[in-house]
């Protein structure tokens, strides 16, 4: 097992992954906004169990942030972050900067994503997955991974990650990965350090409520469910931003419960913006 080496320019991530491909190995990516926590750990050991070598990034993309408050208060721990990938044994960490990331030459075309980036988080955060895509193209394209590994967490992103992998015909696996969960329920996220004990389990509403409408999504008419999981919420310290049921290919709403769904739900609690989703399983 070698040293994980750090990378911070273009020509020695070159020079790393060259090797790496003159020696046929398979190279496993994570892509990351630092603020590790073990639902990222959890795709980093999926990533080191199906590859030859491992490599994460870690970028706080600006041009994700809708809000540059929200940019500006995003958790950032590079030192303990480091710990964490040297105890995942992981190979390279990625540390790019804006200016070598965001050249001409690996600039995103145009995509069709017929509709799944303005629903749900396109609508709360407008530009958000234009910056999402844009930066992960161009680490795509810089890194050229054999698998990118993505967590359901963010559904959206993994659809649209999806579509934008299959309509330009790039080179690379997607695996999506399943939510990892605190055992309280609350998903995990970097965000969640911004929470103290008792927002924190003021947050595990958004858990419950999902797992409200999955208990009842066999039972209840969809307008029903919907009303009965907002009236939870209303009880709660915390603010819905939006609660839906959607197809899970179209992440269109969904009007009746005769097929698979899945739930999403953000909310805030304080300042702090969460997400999470649910799948629902018809009968
Ligand atoms: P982020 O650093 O928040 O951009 O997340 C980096 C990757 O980790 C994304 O693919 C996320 O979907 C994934 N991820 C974040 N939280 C979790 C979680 N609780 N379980 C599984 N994957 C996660």
Do not use: W
Not at 211 to 228: A, E, P, V, W
Request: proline share 5%; glycine share 4%.
């Amino acid at each position: 097992m070698g040293m994980m080496e750090i990378i911070e320019t273009h020509s020695a991530l070159s020079f790393a992954i060259e090797k790496a491909q003159k020696q046929g190995l398979s190279l496993g990516f994570v892509p990351t906004m630092g603020a590790l926590h073990e639902g990222h750990e959890s795709l980093m050991k999926r990533a080191a169990s199906e590859n030859d070598l491992t490599l994460v990034s870690i970028y706080v993309n600006p041009k994700q942030f809708n809000d540059p408050l929200d940019f500006e208060a995003y958790p950032r721990s590079l030192q303990s972050d480091l710990e964490i990938l040297n105890l995942n044994n992981i190979d390279f960490v990625f540390l790019p900067r804006y200016e070598e990331l965001f050249t001409a030459d690996k600039q995103v075309p145009a995509i069709d994503f017929m509709g799944l980036d303005s629903r749900l988080e396109g609508a709360s955060r407008p530009g958000h997955f234009k910056g999402v895509v844009e930066v992960v193209y161009a680490l795509f394209k810089m890194i050229e991974p054999t698998r990118a590994y993505f967590g359901l967490k963010d559904f959206q992103q993994v659809a649209i990650i999806r579509q934008m992998i299959s309509l330009l015909s790039l080179p690379v696996e997607l695996v999506a990965c399943p939510t990892h969960r605190e055992i309280s329920g609350l998903a995990r996220s970097s965000r969640n350090k911004r929470l103290n004990d008792k927002e924190k389990e003021e947050a595990l509403v958004i858990y419950k409520t999902l797992c409200f409408i999955r208990d009842n999504y066999n039972y209840l008419d969809l307008d029903d469910l919907l009303t009965q999981a907002k009236q939870l919420f209303r009880a709660s310290s915390l603010t819905l931003d939006y609660l839906a049921i959607v197809d899970p290919t179209t992440l269109s709403n969904r009007k009746n419960n005769n097929e698979d769904a899945l739930a999403c739900i953000a909310a805030f609690c304080g300042p702090v913006r969460l997400i999470d989703n649910m799948p629902l399983i018809a009968r």
